[in-house]
C-alpha cells in the first residue's frame, strides 16, 4: 500500500464500494449536456443498466457484468446498435471512476461487445429534391422553409431553430447556435438559444446557401418576420422561440400525408441529403465535414465515405504519369 502510494498509483478500496446506482445518479447530475442527451442517459441507465448492475459495489462490476447487460437489451428486443448506445453512459460512468481513482480499470476493457453496425448512410434511401418540396408544402406556412434549410444547407433540427436572419449572407450562413430545452430559474424546460454541438459559446461555421433557399427564406421573412434578434422560426401561438418537437412534429404529419409514411424519413435525412448531393457534386469531404458541423472527418468518411466518386482509375493514371519518367 505504502509503495502503491509512494508511486501514485494507490486506489482508496472504500471509494470502489460505491454502489453503481448511486455512482451513476452523481455522475449524471454532473453532466453538462443538453435535455435530450440527459433524457437519454437518464432512461438507458434506469431502464436497461441499473436493474442488472445497480446494486454491484463499482469495484464489483466486472466484464461479464458489461456482457449481461447488453445481452439483457438485446433479449428485451433492443437492436444491437441501439444497446450499444445505451452503454455509451454506462463506459464514460466507469473511465470517470478510473480517472478519479475509484476503480483500478474499467469493466469495459476485456468485455466482449460486438462492433457498432456500419454508419454508412444509404443514399438510396434518401429523398429527392420532388419529395422534400412535398413536405415543405405540407407544412404550416410558418415552418415551410425549415426543409430547404436541411436539405439545403445540411442544418441539424435545433439549428434551424436558432437561425437568425443577420446570420446570412450572400451566398453563405453563419451558423452560430442551436435551440435546445433548458431548465430555466423557475426549473420549467424551455427552448433557449445554445452553443452549436460539439462546439462552445461563440464558435461558427459557415455553410453554402443555394440561391433556391436564399429565395424562400426572403419569401418567409416578408411574410412573417423574424424574432427576438433575428430569430427566424417562432412557435405558432406562443411566439417564442420554436424548440424541435413542435417542428419535427409538424414534418411527420407532412411527410405522411403526402405518402411517404413508409420512406419513414425524419428531418435528419434531409441533412443526409445535403451531404450525399454534394460529394456526388465533386465538391471535397473535408468541406462537407466543415459544413456538417462534425467533431471529426472521421465522422464523416464513416457515414458518407461511400459516396466519394471513385478515383482507381485517375489514381491509376497519375501515378503512371509519375512512374513513367524513370522507365
Known amino acids: 500500500m505504502e509503495n502503491d502510494k509512494r508511486a501514485g498509483v494507490y486506489i482508496d478500496p472504500d471509494k470502489g464500494r460505491t454502489p453503481v446506482k448511486v455512482y451513476a445518479k452523481e455522475w449524471l447530475a454532473r453532466q453538462q449536456i443538453g435535455v435530450r442527451t440527459y433524457e437519454g442517459y437518464d432512461t438507458a441507465l434506469r431502464l436497461h443498466v441499473l436493474p442488472v448492475i445497480g446494486s454491484k459495489t463499482m469495484a464489483g462490476v466486472h466484464s461479464d457484468d458489461i456482457e449481461d447487460v447488453f445481452t439483457s437489451m438485446t433479449k428485451g428486443g433492443l437492436a444491437v446498435s441501439t444497446a450499444l448506445t445505451r452503454l455509451i453512459p454506462v463506459r464514460s460512468i466507469f473511465h470517470h471512476a478510473v480517472v478519479r481513482r475509484v476503480i483500478v480499470e474499467s ?112 419569401w418567409h421573412v416578408r411574410r412573417f418576420g423574424t424574432g427576438a434578434d433575428g430569430v427566424i422560426f417562432r412557435g405558432i401561438r406562443s411566439r417564442g422561440l420554436l424548440s424541435e418537437n413542435p417542428l419535427r412534429d409538424a414534418f411527420t404529419k407532412s411527410r405522411n400525408a403526402a405518402g411517404y409514411g413508409e420512406r419513414g424519413w425524419t428531418p435528419h435525412d434531409f441533412r443526409h441529403f445535403f451531404a450525399s448531393a454534394s460529394l456526388a457534386a465533386g465538391l471535397p469531404i473535408l468541406d462537407v465535414s466543415r459544413w456538417l458541423g462534425h467533431k471529426s472527418i472521421t465522422t464523416t468518411v464513416d457515414i458518407y465515405g461511400h459516396l466519394l466518386p471513385d478515383s482507381t482509375e485517375r489514381g491509376a493514371r497519375a501515378l503512371h504519369g509519375v512512374l513513367s519518367l524513370a522507365a
Open 107 to 218: 469493466p469495459f476493457r476485456g468485455a466482449d461487445l460486438p462492433a457498432m453496425p456500419s454508419a454508412a448512410v444509404d443514399e438510396t434511401q434518401l429523398p429527392g429534391a420532388a419529395e422534400i418540396d412535398a413536405v415543405s408544402r405540407g407544412m404550416p406556412a410558418e415552418y415551410a422553409l425549415a426543409p430547404w434549410l436541411m436539405a439545403g444547407c445540411g442544418l441539424r433540427i435545433g439549428e434551424v431553430c436558432g437561425v437568425a436572419e443577420p446570420h446570412f449572407r450572400p451566398g453563405v450562413l453563419r451558423v452560430r447556435q442551436q435551440v435546445q430545452r433548458r431548465k430555466d430559474k423557475e426549473g420549467l424546460l424551455r427552448p433557449a438559444l445554445v452553443p452549436l454541438k460539439h462546439r462552445q459559446a461563440g464558435e461558427w461555421r459557415d455553410v453554402p446557401v443555394p440561391e433556391v433557399v436564399a429565395d424562400r427564406l426572403q
